[in-house]
């Protein structure tokens, strides 16, 4: 240990090291860029490419479907390309001339306003069930589930004793057919499922094997079979005088198949409920039906709403699988409005299809949002 | 899978069962007050709704006529649009009464398919439409030319039969629907598009520009399209038969819509045997004896109606051709009111 | 009652039992699901004997005298209804096999990307996934079939892409190659290089064991399985002759023909899968928690070590069950072909064959034992899987 003599000891410094820079900035918008795009040769690279990419797809589409778009006309004429505009953008007022059509399809046009009464009482229904802070919510189901099938039906259908006249279900189409699928998907999907799902859990042999059977079976086929199967062989299982419509056969085939998934979504629920909870129940008394009604089901469809609405959002892009067996859905009557000679122009079947995205894309968003949202609320209030 | 053999081995189990024809067809639709008729839908001249989904069309005008013999009201019809592919199904599962969708009539179809076809109403052939531009002037010279075709038509057997009689190369590119045939067609992703002839004109309007398309001269096959009912209720069958029978007898016999209260009180012994002022016809059919009073007051008589959906009025102009009355160097001939 | 000794059960009225309720319910389930059948069954056969629609499995051998767009194995107009189902099937895996292929590139691509640090390219993938996944996939074939039509060029002004293959809107035509004489050396030279590459793996693990070194592997493989085939291809004088698509009267002739219609299926099938891929990529990655990481790190890994070694293996055991399930979604939906007309099992047999026999029960219930076994095959080999990676686990 040699003492220390600053005069002897050449390796000590003797003068202060120059200062560091100051670190990068990492906060602000300058920072948030440097270290957000530009951190280093890879990152830069990778953000010129993705800006590149944006450049080559938002500029066109929007020219598309807002500048160079044509937004009101009569016909055809109105959309064409002419010397004075040689760029022709989405044809808006195609559109909005078949409007009624893709959201009535013929629904005669006098009685088009049972169908706006429809949307609404749908409207009511859902926001009773989903909105976060609604009240009664068991009140709210037996309106969804009970009364508001029946009261749409009386709507829809017509009942000439109380002066709805009757409109048969080939007049239907476009949007209306779309929300009553997958509507009527939502209605028996899930209480068929918690059956389905209550069944595959059951200790009971044959009742899980044929629950098993059913789900497994569906789940292993297309829609479009599924479909298919209702549409064709159907008519063939019941008896001739019943002849069900087309409509209805396609019903059957979207509330079977959607049962079958719901089936599988409620069945996680019920797995994440802990063991305690069965036990609880069952120590105090409760039979077996009040145990599900009154503890597990309750519980098991909270934590599930999200998956629920993940697989509505999904049942929904499913109707478009009707358009297959000849109903006309929202989809199918834009497909079949864009081959009218009336409208027949370059963009004619471009702008139907961005019509048809931009529609389909706000509703799943809108509930994949709810769902996301309702997600982030039971995790907390779990957490808690 | 299993449900379904079981099926098929009860169907056979069950084959000998007896059954019996009954009315209950025309009870239906009189319960029900209103026909259910399977029309096409797409197809200008045969079946086809405007964008207020009143439909029209030579088909059309067949369903309007028989709601106007059981009703006296040729509205009381409700069509259901249906595509070459579901149109068996639907006439099978009771789903329509009557099919009226350019059907041709073939033996398979009479007789497995379960159809009862009454008739024919237009005798067509199938054809193919090309462009201009190809400066083709045969069907024999599309070997190795790829063919936009409808599924499940004669149409699709007739093609491939055609091209290898003639030892030609096929490509068929095959759609659901006609709409998506043609579409595809002209959009260039075939060179020639085949249905009947008679389609082919209406068809050639749907493509953006008419006149750039031409309908090759060659018939490649027959084509007898008729209305069809299910197997099982004769009396159905002929009622249906004998709409477009007195059709065809109302304008051989020169009645016709203007002229048919006039005509009720000619003394031809024919004339009153067709329009039911003597005789008793109507009621062995289940229907009122001046029925064709009633059909051709609402939508005339098969010349008439030709003339209206295809005829030289219409954008179509379709010469009446093989579909002339007999007496006219046609084919239309229909037994006699008696 | 209050006599009841310890082994000697209480006694229940029937009514109170569990096990005779649950028997009793049962029965009654069985007794409706039966009458249910039976009722079905008997007003099927009462239906189709009342319109006399031909039944039976006799179609499957009769022509079926329609053509097909695209077939893989040889088929013509006077082949068999079976001869089509076979067709259509093939199409089907075909279309679903090379769809997995790219909607899994796609998905893993695009899952990385959503968790890059890069905000753009963490955003842009991000708004591929929200839009893709929210658009029904019909939408999407009907758009990508008529974009894929329209956008490109008629047949007289096909693109001409290098190496002598056209693009048009009757689809994409490529040369075909056809093995030249001497051609078996390269298979042959392939089987011996995997034999080889085999070998070298058991030999380097040895020694890897005993000393510790490590063997490059990896390239060693590669070199024996592409490279010493290659090798003997381009010795032998390249053995391979290519059959070049020309321009006909009507067509393009000769060479592969990739149908426009097979495109758009393809194209729309794996962009929509890949959506939901990246999804489940994300969460198998998010899933490994970052402790290992650093973990891994601490251990002196490199990043590339720690992400093969470390944290791949865990978030696979994650990603694959999803995974397999997309991919069975995949050839579900494969047929929505029947929309845009490709020919596929359901376009064929579902709807031609259907069409042209009349016989619904027969041909439905055959279509959806073709994808119910696939689906029944994919779990089993997945069971399999599961089981076998849970082993790994200690």
Partial sequence: MAAHTPSGTSYVRAQAVAPLPPPLVESGAIGWLRTALFSGPLNIVLTILSGALIVLIVPPLLNFLIFDATWSGADREACLARPDRPVVGACWAFIRERLGYFIYGFYPIAERWRVDA????????????????????????????????????????????????????????????????????????????????????????????????????????????????????????????????????????????????MAEVVRAGLQAIPRGQYEGAMAVGLSYWRMMGLIILPQALRVTIPNIVNSYIALFKDTTLVFIVGIFDFLRTIEAARVDPKWATPVTSTTGYAFAAIVYFICCYLMSRYARDMEARLTTTHRR | MKRGILTFGLAIAIASAAFSASAQTLNAIKQRGALNCGANGTLAGFGLPDAQGNWAGFDVDYCRAIAAAIFDDPTKVKFVPLSAKDRFTALQSGEVDVLARNTTWTISRDTSLGLNFTGTNYYDGQGFMVRKSLKLNSALELNDAAICVQQGTTTELNLADFFRANRMKLKTVTFATSTEAVKAYDAGRCDAYTTDASALYGERLRVANSNDHVVLPEIISKEPLGLAVRHGDDQWYDIVKWTHFVLLNAEELGVAKANVDAQMKSDNPEIKRLLGTEGKYGEALGLPNDFVVRIVKHVGNYGEIFERNLGQPTPLKIARGLNALWSKGGLQYAPPVR | MSRAGADEKPAISPLHDPRWRSAVYQVLLCAVIVFLVYSAVDNAAQNLQRARIASGFDFWHRTAGFDISQTLIDYSTVSTYGRAFWVGLLNTLLVAGLGIIIATIIGFIVGIARLSKNALVSRLAGGYVEVIRNLPLLLQLLFWYNAVLKA???????????????????????????????????????????????????????????????????????????????????????????????????????????????????????????????????????????????????????????????????????????????????????????????????????????????????????????????????????????????????
């Fill in chain 1, 118 to 261: 429809f949307f609404v009482l749908l409207t009511i229904g859902i926001i009773w069930l989903l909105a976060p802070t609604a009240r009664r919510r068991t009140l709210g189901a037996i309106y969804f589930f009970v009364v508001m099938p029946v009261l749409a039906c009386v709507l829809l259908l017509g009942w000439p004793a109380i002066g709805l006249p009757e409109v048969s279900t080939t007049q239907w189409g476009g949007m209306l057919v779309t929300v009553v699928v997958s509507g009527v998907g939502i209605v028996f999907s899930l209480p068929i499922g918690i059956v389905l799902a209550l069944g595959r859990r059951s200790r009971m042999p044959l009742v899980k094997l044929f629950s098993v059977i059913f789900i497994e079976f569906v789940r292993g086929v297309p829609l479009v079979t599924v479909l298919f199967m209702a549409s064709v062989m159907l008519p063939l299982f019941v008896p001739e005088q019943w002849s069900p419509d087309k409509l209805l056969r396609a019903l059957v085939g979207v509330a079977l198949f959607a049962s079958a998934y």
């Fill in chain 3, 152 to 394: 490109l060029p008629e047949l007289s002004d096909s693109l001409v892409l290098p190496g002598g293959a056209f693009l048009n809107n009757r689809g994409l035509f490529l040369p075909q190659p056809v093995a030249g004489a001497g051609f078996s050396v390269v298979p042959l030279m392939f089987v011996i290089g995997l034999a080889g590459a085999l070998l070298f793996r058991v030999w380097a693990k040895r020694r890897q064991e005993r000393t510790g070194l490590q063997a490059p592997i990896l390239l060693a493989t590669f070199l024996l399985v592409i490279g010493l085939p290659l090798a003997a291809f381009l010795l032998s004088g390249v053995p391979i002759e290519f059959g070049y698509p020309e321009k006909g009267r009507f067509n393009i002739r000769g060479g592969i023909e990739i149908l426009p219609e097979f495109m758009a299926l393809l194209f729309g099938l794996s962009i929509y899968t890949a959506a939901f891929i990246a999804e489940v990529v994300r969460a198998g990655i998010l899933a490994v928690s970052h402790g290992q990481t650093e973990a891994a790190y601490s251990l002196g890994l490199r990043p590339g070590q720690t992400l093969r070694r470390v944290v791949i293996p865990q978030a696979m055991r994650v990603i694959v069950p999803p995974l397999t399930n997309q991919y069975l979604n995949l050839t579900k939906n494969s047929s929505l072909a029947v929309a845009i007309g490709y020919p596929d099992l359901v376009q064929i047999f579902a709807g031609t064959v259907l069409n042209q026999t009349g016989q619904a029960v027969e041909v439905i219930a055959i279509t959806m034992a073709v994808y119910l076994t696939i689906s029944l095959v994919t779990s089993l080999l997945m069971n399999w899987y599961n089981a076998r990676i849970a082993l790994v686990e200690r």
